[in-house]
């Protein structure tokens, strides 16, 4: 491949494969079953030569791959606030991705699109909260891999065999554990987002162990886990005892490794947490965000029932409150079959797909206080959008828009 | 000036080969490009960060690692495209995100940062050294050399 014998899109594919491979002290390349692509997100030129190069040396996808959010919302086109050049080259970085023959998700949650690798099934996924959901929800073994790798292990199908890949590195480092905490808390949405927050700050680059999380903790509660510890640190695989599928028990989850000091989790952890992640501190409200990482169907539901007992019983948001919920195409097509979006429409919200509002301008320039039950959103909007966020719970954040006011509970 | 650093600089690794000559800043935290620097001023942007707005581009960096989005490799080559990148990257860690952006700006513009490993002792000689620092980088593919 690196010889041009597959042409050369592949070999300059292999090109960066292998250069990465050799900065990482790689022992060989291995074969991956699917990719995941966050390149598809503009950054500037540079992202969109590197495709358009591609493009133009005729590449094509060698394994089943997904595309995370773009820049736009394709359905939605006039939600975007980007200047029109941004929107122009956002516009053919996506085409460009669908050209070498990925498949059109645009979602940051391919796993709540069908896209599901078994236990032990070595891929190239990237974003964030992609990776740790695959490395730890679904057992599947991909490194933290970024722009460009991605879509050049999907073109060669093959990646250097360093991190997550290797069972070595798997091994829990970092205990975090959660027994003392109330049955009331452990079973409060918000304890998720901020555990991983937690584990993020406190676990850095390692693997995370949770003990005694409850066993029916919903995979949208591992996802706000593992979204927040990819954010605050470089995690990119946690275990939770009794839950994810490489730790049926605290000694599977580390491996016969020697056990690492137990950092036990107090309330008052969780409410430095929320404090930290909080930056607004008055009760104006302007905007609402969910959907970081993409709504769920699950999720979808639980925002219908708290809107109305039935869609012609809608209490409409505060004037001036913008609510968006982010997910993806298919995920919308799905709730919209079982009426879940009627009621957030009739309430006056908007539905984002393809993108997330933290990562480009969907917010109106006024925005200054937001809503989010998303540490990740609470993480990364500051700087990337100028707001203030406060962090709520889904309930916190549907009262406080009807209301006009932060209302938390 | 010192070249104290450079005498054990030999157990450093290249993980990308590139030059690079200009003034040192040594980063207290680790840093995620993406959501922590503007690629078009070459400033810090992450308020998280202990040298929030301090500048990047020319500068020699070390840091202990990079952090958080998978999307820095694409700010990296970004503003190596225009011109607001590091002069060269020193690490403690081997970063892949990081290394990924200076391949790619590589393949495209044919503009090499360097972007070294450094081994243990040289990393902390080197945040020992003050800001400003003049340093000059030349990591070839199996050898680094580095004169502050």
Redo the contacts between chains.
């Keep these: 491949m690196l010889h041009g014998d597959e042409g050369p899109a592949v070999a300059l594919a292999m090109r960066i494969v292998t250069g990465l491979a050799d900065a990482m002290d790689a022992p060989d390349l291995l074969p991956v079953t699917s990719a995941h692509v966050d390149s598809c997100l503009y950054h500037g030129r540079a992202g969109l030569d590197f495709a358009q190069r591609l493009v133009q040396l005729g590449g094509q996808v060698r394994v089943p791959t997904t595309l995370n959010v773009g820049s736009l919302d394709l359905l939605h086109p006039e939600l975007s606030r980007a200047d029109a050049q941004v929107r122009t080259h956002a516009r053919s970085l996506m085409d460009a991705y669908t050209t070498l023959g990925a498949r059109p998700t645009w979602t940051c949650a391919p796993y709540q699109s069908g896209h599901r690798p078994g236990l032990g099934e070595h891929v190239a996924w990237a974003e964030s909260n992609a990776i740790v959901f695959a490395n730890s929800v679904l057992g599947a073994r991909t490194a933290r891999y970024g722009d460009f790798l991605d879509i050049c292990a999907a073109l060669t199908g093959r990646a250097p065999r360093v991190g997550l890949h290797c069972t070595a590195a798997r091994r829990g480092t970092a205990i975090l554990d959660v027994s003392d905490l109330p049955a009331t808390i452990l079973h409060a949405e918000l304890t998720y987002p901020l555990l991983g927050h937690l584990a993020g700050r406190h676990a850095g680059l390692e693997v995370p162990v949770f003990v005694g999380l409850p066993a029916d903790t919903s995979e949208d509660r591992l996802k706000a886990l593992g979204s927040a510890a990819a954010s605050s640190g470089g995690v990119g695989m946690f275990h939770a005892v009794g839950i994810t599928p490489e730790a049926p028990t605290l000694s599977a989850a580390l491996g016969g490794a020697d056990v690492p000091a137990r950092w036990r989790v107090r309330p008052e952890d969780l409410a430095d947490a929320r404090r930290e992640l909080t930056t607004a501190v008055c009760d104006r409200v302007d905007a609402v965000s969910l959907g970081t990482p993409h709504f769920s169907l699950p999720e979808f539901r639980n925002l219908a029932a708290l809107l109305a007992e039935d869609a012609a019983d809608v209490t409409r948001f505060a004037a001036g409150v913008e609510v968006y919920v982010s997910t993806s195409r298919a995920v919308l097509a799905q709730a919209e079959e079982e009426g879940l979006v009627a009621p957030l429409r009739a309430a006056g919200g908007t539905v984002v797909v393809d993108t997330c509002t933290y990562v480009t301008p969907i917010l109106r320039p006024q925005t200054r206080v937001v809503l989010t039950n998303s540490a990740k959103w609470a993480y990364y909007a500051p700087a990337n959008l100028g707001v203030q966020v406060v962090l709520a719970n889904l309930a916190e954040c549907v009262t406080s828009a009807q209301q006009g006011r932060v209302r938390l509970s | 000036m010192t070249s104290e650093p450079a005498a054990s600089a030999t157990q450093s690794r290249t ?2 080969p590139g030059q690079a000559h200009g003034p040192l800043l040594v980063l207290e935290a ?1 840093l995620s490009l ?3 620097m503007d ?1 078009t001023t070459g400033r810090i ?3 998280h960060h202990p040298q929030y707005g301090a500048e990047l581009a020319g500068r020699v960096v070390v840091l202990p ?11 990296l ?2 503003a ?3 011109g607001t990148a590091p002069a060269g990257l020193l690490l403690a ?2 970063d ?2 990081l ?3 200076a ?3 590589a ?2 513009y044919g503009l090499a940062v360097p ?1 070294v490993q450094l081994d243990p002792a040289s990393y902390t000689s080197y945040t020992r050294l003050h800001d400003g620092v003049w340093l000059t980088v030349r990591a070839e593919a199996w050898t680094v050399h580095l004169r502050g």
Excluded at chain 2, 65 to 75: K, N
């Design positions: 993980l990308h680790p993406w959501g922590g690629p942007t992450d308020e690692s990079g952090r958080g989005s998978s999307s820095s490799s694409s700010v080559a970004e190596i495209r225009g860690e081997p892949p995100i290394v990924l952006g391949l790619a700006a393949e495209l972007v």
